[in-house]
């Protein structure tokens, strides 16, 4: 019996970072012994903010390297580039015939996104349209199951409808594919206030040095009434604890540093400490495995090479069946 497909995929819009390890490729792993599994650098996603043409083909590689060095190897899962494969973009055309422009302008993220880009820019329709190829890439493979973060829930609810209505109108050609949410649902950035980014510079690389890890850790945010070592904590106010320790400390530590908290036992700088130790237990293996990889670019390239034929080749059939399901069938 043919595995269920789940599709998932990170922009390339800067270093990956413990957001998307906690948030998507954490996830991912514990899922590719079950799963047909098919992972994509959405580089036609991170165009629709302002970047720089010229970095993102790097981006692009060590976006590569960093889901290999992962774990997401090419003996056990599909990793490619989204525009190495057109028909995303086609299906995104396609779709967007059934789909009401009102759905798109009360998608969260759009709201938010345009707020930051009208301060001085103009917004772009690709960002208003992104959510049209999100379902296309989703639904290009048929998909049964789309691991994410709890910020694209509402995404995939409206490629759920987008199927729905491609379906009433042409046939059954797409099944709804499920939302499944990391446990990790949402990280906040070392800002405690924003999610984590790159852009915002509150964020930790999943490839940085431990001496790098260390300068950002030190001063991050942590519960605002410590304001001295003797003051007692929250550790649920606590950034720290809930978006990193939470995910990366194993409990006796993990008690101990929210007790430690309570009780003004433990400063914050200690208990960021535990934390480095833990984090560098978890970061080292996929740093020194990205260290080795980036200088095998063949390798790389070839891995990103074998799953774009894979995934056309799936494409392909996809297309033809809404093409001919749409009345767009060869005249001759």
């Not at 409990?251 to 400490?273: F, N, S, V």
């Amino acid at each position: 019996m043919a595995k269920k497909v789940i599709f998932s995929g990170i922009q390339p819009s800067g270093e990956l970072h413990i957001g998307n390890y906690l948030g998507a490729i954490q996830n991912w792993l514990r899922m590719l012994d079950e799963y047909d599994c098919i992972f994509c650098i959405v580089d036609y996603h991170a165009i629709t903010a302002p970047y720089d043409q010229k970095e993102l083909p790097q981006r692009v590689y060590e976006a590569a390297v960093a889901y290999i060095a992962s774990g997401l190897v090419p003996e056990r899962c599909t990793v490619f580039v989204q525009s190495d494969v057109p028909e995303h973009v086609e299906l995104e055309w396609l779709l967007g015939t059934v789909t009401p422009i009102g759905d798109l302008f009360r998608m969260t993220q759009y709201k938010d996104k345009a707020k930051d880009f009208a301060q001085g820019q103009s917004v772009a329709s690709g960002l208003l349209c992104y959510p049209i190829l999100q379902a296309a890439d989703i639904l290009l493979y048929k998909a049964h199951g789309v691991p994410v973060g709890e910020d694209q829930a509402q995404h995939l609810e409206l490629t759920r409808e987008i199927a729905r209505n491609f379906n009433r109108r042409f046939g059954e050609v797409f099944p709804e594919p499920a939302t499944m949410l990391s446990e990790a649902r949402r990280i906040l950035g070392l800002d405690g206030e924003r999610k984590m980014s790159k852009s915002l510079g509150n964020h930790i690389g999943l490839t940085e040095t431990p001496e790098q890890i260390w300068e950002k850790l030190r001063p991050a945010k942590t519960d605002p009434a410590r304001v001295r070592r003797t003051d007692k904590g929250d550790p649920e106010k606590c950034n720290i604890f809930t978006s990193y320790h939470r995910f990366f400390t194993p409990a006796p530590d993990l008690e101990r540093c929210a007790e430690g908290c309570r009780t003004a036992g433990i400063g914050c700088i200690d208990c960021k400490k535990v934390l480095f130790t833990h984090l560098r237990a978890a970061l080292d293996p996929i740093r020194e495995r990205a260290d080795e990889i980036r200088g095998r670019r063949d390798y790389v390239l070839d891995a990103l090479d074998q799953g774009a034929r894979h995934c056309k080749e799936i494409a392909a059939r996809t297309i033809a069946e809404v093409r001919a399901a749409m009345g767009m069938v060869p005249r001759r």
